[in-house]
C-alpha cells in the first residue's frame, strides 16, 4: 500500500510562513479556514505551486494552528463585520484538513454552536481518513456534531486518471477505491457529498454523470485556477 507522505507545494521554500487562518475567497459571507498546508498529494492542477494564497494572502503557516487558536481566528474575524451575516464555513486550508481529523469534531461543534444557521462545508479528497489513527471514528464524530456538505475532490472516474490528476502518495489504485469507501461512508453518515471535477479542457461530462449517479452524489465542475483567476478574486475583495 505504501506510506502516505506529505507534500508541501512548490512554492513553499520561496515564502516566509505566515499565520492566516481565516481566509476569504468569494466574499465575506464565505469564511474559509486554513488547518493545514500538509497534503497527501501532488495533483497536477494544484494552486500552490503558482499562488501563495490565491493572489490575495499567503496561507503557508509557520506551524499548525491549535483548536483554540483556530476559534479565536474565527470569532475575531467575524467580529470584524458583524453586519454581515456568513453563510457559509467552508473547512478547506491551504492542504488537505483531513489530516486534523483530530480536532474537526471540536471545530465543527464550535461551528455549529457559534453560528447555528450557517452552513458548514469540509472539502476533502478523502481517502486519508483510512491512514490516520482514530481518523473514521473522528470524522463520524465531525458529521455527528453538525457537518453539512462534504465537497470531495474527485477530479476523476478511474484510477488511471485519478493517478494523471491527484497522484496520491500511496497507490493510486488504493487511493481510488478508498475515496469511493469514504463516500459511502460520509453518504452513512447522512451527510451530502458533491463530488468536484476540475476543468482541465478534456472532462467527459456523461461519463462524470454516469459515475455520479452510481455512487448517489452530486457534482460540481471547477475551473482550472491559474494566477489570472486568482487575480480576479483578489479584485473582487478589494
Not at 457537518?147 to 500511496?170: C, E, K, W
Not at 471535477?197 to 456523461?206: A, H, R, W
Request: charged share 25%; with cysteine.
Amino acid at each position: 500500500m505504501g506510506k502516505m507522505q506529505y507534500n508541501l507545494g512548490r512554492l513553499r521554500s520561496k515564502t516566509h510562513a505566515q499565520q492566516n487562518i481565516v481566509y476569504y475567497r468569494r466574499g465575506y459571507d464565505e469564511v474559509s479556514i486554513n488547518l493545514t498546508n500538509r497534503c497527501p498529494n501532488a495533483c497536477s492542477f494544484c494552486i500552490r505551486d503558482r499562488s501563495f494564497g490565491w493572489g490575495f494572502s499567503n496561507l503557508y503557516l509557520d506551524r499548525e494552528p491549535s483548536l483554540e487558536e483556530i476559534e479565536d481566528a474565527i470569532t475575531g474575524a467575524t467580529e470584524k463585520r458583524p453586519e454581515v451575516q456568513v453563510k457559509k464555513f467552508k473547512i478547506c486550508g491551504y492542504g488537505e484538513p483531513m489530516l486534523r481529523v483530530d480536532i474537526l469534531p471540536g471545530l465543527v461543534s464550535f461551528l455549529r454552536e457559534t453560528y447555528p444557521i450557517s452552513l458548514i462545508q469540509l472539502a476533502t479528497t478523502g481517502w486519508s481518513v483510512y491512514h490516520i489513527k482514530k481518523g473514521v471514528e473522528n470524522f463520524t464524530d465531525v458529521a455527528k456534531n453538525g457537518l453539512d456538505l462534504v465537497y470531495l475532490g474527485m477530479h476523476a472516474t478511474n484510477f488511471q486518471d485519478y493517478l494523471r490528476r491527484i497522484n496520491p502518495s500511496i497507490d493510486a489504485q488504493v487511493a481510488f477505491d478508498q475515496v469511493i469507501e469514504f463516500i459511502k461512508l460520509a453518504k452513512s453518515l447522512d451527510l451530502k457529498v458533491t463530488c468536484a471535477f476540475v476543468n482541465l479542457g478534456n472532462l467527459n461530462l456523461e461519463e462524470i454523470k454516469e459515475f455520479v449517479q452510481e455512487i448517489g452524489c452530486e457534482y460540481d465542475i471547477r475551473r482550472f485556477e491559474n494566477e489570472s483567476s486568482c487575480e480576479s478574486w483578489r479584485n473582487n475583495l478589494l
